[in-house]
């Protein structure tokens, strides 16, 4: 069974920073283009980041430019998000995402931005943020 798990989360300061991983296990794991999306009480699941299967093409929410980076290590299936400065605002549960259909050179620096474009997601791991 192919399964996202996601580590990191936890409760920091304003200002402070977190690391996200999301670690890809299974044996029929396909990889493709890994997205991070969050969701805060009340509110819909909202884009963070996303990352082209070849690792050379991001997209970041504007709320987040200059203060979180993706990076991923396709030996290892994992993705990584460091987050910096971080604020109330992005208290949410983080989920992390691939899109299993647009794996491999054809799609290399394909980068997807909605719900819909991800079939495989992860469980979800909290970040609160105190001010």
């Known amino acids: 069974q192919v399964q996202l798990v996601e580590s990191g989360g936890g409760l920091v300061q304003a200002g402070g920073s977190l690391r996200l991983s999301c670690a890809a296990a299974?044996?029929?794991?396909?990889?493709?283009?890994m997205g991070w999306f969050r969701q805060a009480p009340g509110k819909e699941r909202e884009f963070v980041a996303a990352?082209?299967?070849?690792?050379?093409?991001?997209s970041y929410a504007d709320s987040v430019k200059g203060r979180f980076t993706l990076s991923r290590d396709n030996a290892k299936n994992t993705l990584y998000l460091q987050m910096n400065n971080l604020n109330p605002d992005d208290a949410a549960v983080y989920y992390c995402?691939?899109?299993?259909?647009?794996?491999?050179?054809?799609?290399?620096?394909?980068?997807?931005?909605?719900?819909?474009?991800?079939?495989?997601w992860g469980q979800g791991t909290q970040v609160t943020v105190s001010s």
């Open positions: 299974g044996r029929t794991f396909s990889s493709g283009p």
């Open positions: 990352i082209s299967w070849s690792g050379s093409i991001t």
């Open positions: 995402a691939v899109d299993q259909t647009r794996g491999g050179p054809l799609y290399r620096n394909y980068v997807g931005r909605l719900v819909y474009d991800y079939d495989l």
